[in-house]
């Protein structure tokens, strides 16, 4: 995010306002490869924030975090029983463009890059980490002259490969997410505060 923000400096843009917006909603897809079987993850709650530096009336930069608490099950955690606890994290940083808007709303699109976390806390288990992108758009609604409602739809792709490995009742079992296109999407709501 700092590194965006110098960029803009450097270019001789000056900001012209910060949203900032806490969200929550739904994260949708991905799947993990074990060793026999593979298993998608869980549809869950998703939450995070989304701060937008505008450049323009119609540019800007995005920094985003957005975070799901998950689990899946697997014959590849036997004797293990209980489902594992997985948390999926994005951080990324991008730009957006939106349209002049109406006095009724205003759409925009986003494109983001930055990277993916998985770890989960079951003991004797580590988390991986990977480069990933991120496509999306939505709609603001104002409410005031400083609040709005807005609804996002974001896809991200994680484009390298990611395990998760630890112990099975003494056996070594490990999960991969699978570099040729990890794809997840995000559906959020949230309210826009303007500073």
């Not at 530096?53 to 540019?59: A, D, G, K, N, R």
């Not at 099950?73 to 002049?100: C, F, K, N, Q, R």
């Not at 896809?155 to 112990?167: H, N, P, V």
């Amino acid at each position: 995010m700092l590194l965006a923000l110098m960029l803009a400096a450097g270019s001789g843009l000056a900001l012209a306002g910060v949203d900032v917006t806490p969200q929550f909603g739904f994260r949708l897809g991905g799947e993990l490869e074990g060793e026999t079987s593979d298993e998608r993850v869980d549809d869950t709650a998703a939450y995070g924030i989304t701060f937008d530096f505008e450049l323009s009336p119609t540019t800007g930069v995005v920094a985003l975090w957005s975070h799901q608490g998950t689990e899946f099950s697997s014959d590849d955690l036997l004797p293990l029983t209980a489902p594992l606890d997985l948390d999926v994290d994005y951080i990324h940083v991008g730009s957006y463009y939106s349209p002049e808007s109406t006095k009724r709303f205003r759409g925009f699109v986003l494109f983001s890059v930055g990277g993916t976390w998985i770890d989960t806390d079951q003991p004797g288990f580590s988390g991986d980490r990977a480069f990933s992108i991120m496509g999306g758009g939505g709609v603001e609604v104002p409410l005031t002259e400083r609040l709005a409602f807005r609804a996002d739809a974001r896809g991200y792709l994680t484009l390298a490969d990611m395990e998760i490995d630890g112990e099975c009742g003494g056996n070594r079992c490990r999960f991969e997410i699978s570099g040729d296109g990890a794809f997840q999407v995000d559906l959020l709501v949230g309210l826009t505060i303007a500073f």
